[in-house]
């Protein structure tokens, strides 16, 4: 296998490569595609000003030496209204498409130098809780995956642009949701509930809680003796679906 950029792919190399995105870098995502360049990244920022949405690209000319020169060159840029909580890429070689969540799940196609906005997807037209996450499914391209602080997760169908079911995940917030590995059905989520659940979509009426946090010592301000901490993020394992990693509140590890 071979790279524009790197020429032989497997030969063993080490180079540090730059990016100076100008604001504070929230999200991003690696492109799933090696048809338009391997080292392609959309990054989201998180400012209290104003917030944007960058796809960039490695250099062809790139100098990893020279740690003062940035190695990733802009390919296109949209503004958005609120920061992005997470940005991926559509899995597959169909239109080359970018989204993220934030008050709403944005779906942007890379057209040359711009990011077209191709679909806003939100439950409701004038008002819709705020996004944490969201996961795009590899086995149907079409279906995405939301999580939001109103306790519910949301099927969408990208390509016809609507909601396809909606449910309550969990009793808090959702903070975060991904699909089981080589599933278009089942799908877990965490959330403020301190549980990871389980969920399968031909059969909603049941759903399997995997995990819940342990009790922890709860902030001395909080006049609490104990609380369960919020999980806010979990990953599936990409080869095995029976392994999924979760995150909780200022913990300093990681429960699998």
């Keep these: 296998m071979s790279s524009p950029y790197f020429g032989d792919a497997l030969s063993p190399r080490k180079e540090i490569c730059n990016y100076y995105a100008g604001f504070p870098v929230y999200a991003l995502a690696w492109s799933r595609r090696d048809d338009r360049g391997c080292f392609r990244m959309a990054i989201g920022s998180l400012d209290e000003r104003a917030n944007a949405l ?3 690209q490695l250099l062809p000319q790139h100098d990893a030496a020279a740690s003062e020169r940035a190695d990733f060159g802009v390919v296109a840029e949209t503004p958005v209204d609120y920061p992005l909580t997470r940005v991926q890429w559509q899995p ?4 080359d498409l970018v989204a993220g969540a934030g008050d709403a799940l944005y779906v942007w196609e890379v057209d040359g130098a711009q990011l077209r906005r191709r679909a806003r997807l939100a439950t409701r037209a004038d008002y819709a809780a705020p996004l944490t996450a969201f996961d795009w499914n590899v086995v149907a391209p079409n279906l ?3 999580a939001s602080i109103d306790t519910t997760c949301t099927l969408w169908d990208v390509e016809h642009q609507q909601a396809k079911t ?3 995940a969990h009793d808090r917030e959702v903070f975060d949701v991904a699909f089981a590995a080589n599933s278009q059905d089942v799908f877990v989520s965490a959330g403020a509930d301190g549980s990871v ?3 399968d979509l ?3 009426e049941h759903s399997t809680i995997l995990y819940e946090a342990p009790a922890a010592a709860a902030p001395a301000a909080s006049g609490r003796q104990a609380f369960t901490p919020p999980l806010l993020r979990l990953a599936c394992n990409a080869l095995d ?15 699998i």
């Design 54 to 56: 960058q796809v960039v």
């Design 92 to 95: 597959g070689l169909g239109a």
């Design 144 to 146: 995405a995956l939301t």
């Design 166 to 168: 909606q449910l309550i």
């Design 197 to 199: 659940r389980m969920f």
């Design 202 to 204: 031909r059969a909603l």
């Design 241 to 255: 679906a029976n392994y999924i990693a979760a995150v909780a509140l200022d913990a300093d590890r990681v429960s």
